[in-house]
């Protein structure tokens, strides 16, 4: 075999090893796991999320999202009690699937379980609920209910055949109705619309006069309030007043108390005092004082007699006295 033959033949091999190794070597996402089938048999091996090898063409990988997802449900038709047919345009379903559950739901439902697990499944159950209900309660009284009746009877059925499988919301919109219809329930809304402002209105009168009624109690309370406070205060003044004229009362009177009680003192002690000054002794010292400052003369025969007469009470005779020269 020639040299040029020889690298022909490795290059071909080389080639041939690099395309089997970019087959074997596969990626799955964050987020996702991989399943395998082998000959159209499902692997029960799970892989994580990184680079895998697998036997290229008699294996092949599916990747299986774990997290959090959307599946949105379109043109969902359904026929009201009242034989109305309506459409909801879209309806989105928030759903997770367990990284425990995934080999035992795709084994059971397939790579695309949420078709017949989600999808169908919503289609059911809003032909259920729309059977059993009137135009009016599916379009309007309602309408807020559907959502969270629909999550709940979602999630009861996949609890009992696909455990694992979560239903985190549902979200529905509004649907479509026949052109008529919809055209009567715009004209019905405008009157409630107008009603609703009417009684708004009502409402603000009745506030404002009520307002204005609790105004005028707040201000008549307030003024009561004021003038049962001046009359407090009056009260008090006055009573202030009084106390404090018995207190100048009680002190006069205690003054002069103590002022009588003080002359009564001074007289008391001077009468004692007099009483034990004013002896006879003393009274004689005094007596013969006070004649020895008389200037007058007095002549006759009775002169010598006349103090006797006197300390006795006598009247003395009329003494004589000297002709003029």
Known sequence: MSQGACLATVVALAASLFVILNMSVHRVEEGHVGVYYRGGALLTSVSSPGFHIMIPVITSVVTVQTTLQTDEVKNVPCGTSGG????????????FLSFSAVY?????????????????????ELNQFCSAHSLQEVYIELFDQIDENLKNSLQIDLTQMAPGLFIQAVRVTK????????????????????LMIAAQHQKLVEKEAETERRKAVIEAEKVAEVAKIQYSQHVKQKESEQQVSRIEDETLLA????????????????????QLLFTPAYMEIQRINALSTNQKIYYGNS????FVDGMHGAPAPAPAHAPAP
């Open 104 to 124: 035992d739901i795709i084994r059971n439902y397939t790579a695309e379980y949420d078709r017949a697990l989600i999808f169908n499944k919503v289609h059911h």
């Open 255 to 274: 003054r002069r108390r103590t002022e009588a009680d003080s002359e009564f003192y001074i007289q008391e002690m001077a009468a004692k005092s007099n």
């Open 303 to 306: 002169i010598p007699n006349i």
């Open 84 to 95: 109305v047919m309506i459409y909801f345009d879209r309806i989105e379903v928030v759903n």
């Open 175 to 194: 649907p479509k109705i026949p052109e008529t219809i919809r055209k009567n329930y715009e004209l019905m809304e405008g009157e409630k619309t107008k």
